[in-house]
């Protein structure tokens, strides 16, 4: 450890460190360690000394590839014990996206939590909430009930709305 240290501490100083990120394509992806007896990282793509051992399992980002390597940020494993699990490459529909995007998609996806669904565990609260104002929905569902939303989120304005009328339930507002 102590001569990692003076090894970190020479690079950073501008010394002549040999950890080397600048050699390699640039890439941007995850990958999990494949290898039992953990992955070994080293400062040159090559069989040089070991900074330190990823455990099986371990989650890693390569940022760069040279001739079977992959430089993890702290230095370079080899790629053959790891298994790619997700990329940041951009996506055809990623490129297209702006905020009137997003926004359409966000609706959409909050569509589905906009509803009276909820679990079994919660009725006794809800019937509670309900009854003494506390939640009074939004809208109607199409058999007329008031639509509480139950599963949506919940806005710091509908939050305090809530205290509020609890407030006032305990004669304090």
């Known amino acids: 450890m102590d001569a990692l240290r003076k090894e970190v501490q020479e690079i950073l100083n501008g010394g002549g460190g040999v950890i080397s990120s600048e050699q390699g394509a640039t890439v941007n992806y995850q990958c999990k360690v494949t290898a039992k007896d953990g992955l070994n990282c080293r400062p040159e793509p090559s069989q040089n000394p070991v900074l330190t051992t990823y455990p099986y399992g371990t989650t890693l980002v390569i940022s760069k590839e040279k001739n079977g390597w992959g ?3 702290l230095g370079w494993v080899s790629l053959k ?6 990329t940041t490459e951009s996506t055809k529909e ?3 996206m702006d905020v009137n995007r997003f926004t359409e998609l966000w609706k959409e996806m909050r569509s589905a939590w906009q509803d009276n669904d909820a679990g079994d565990w919660s009725a006794k609260a809800r019937e509670w909430a309900t009854s003494n104002g506390l939640i009074a929905g939004n809208g109607t569902t199409i058999n007329g009930e008031p639509n ?3 599963a949506d989120m919940l806005t710091r304005e509908q939050f305090v709305a809530v205290l509020y009328r609890f407030a006032q339930l305990m004669g304090k507002a």
């Not at 014990?81 to 997700?86: C, D, F, G, N």
């Open 71 to 73: 430089f993890t940020g």
């Open 81 to 86: 014990y790891v298994e790619k699990i997700a």
């Open 94 to 96: 990623d490129d297209d």
């Open 148 to 150: 509480c939303m139950w």
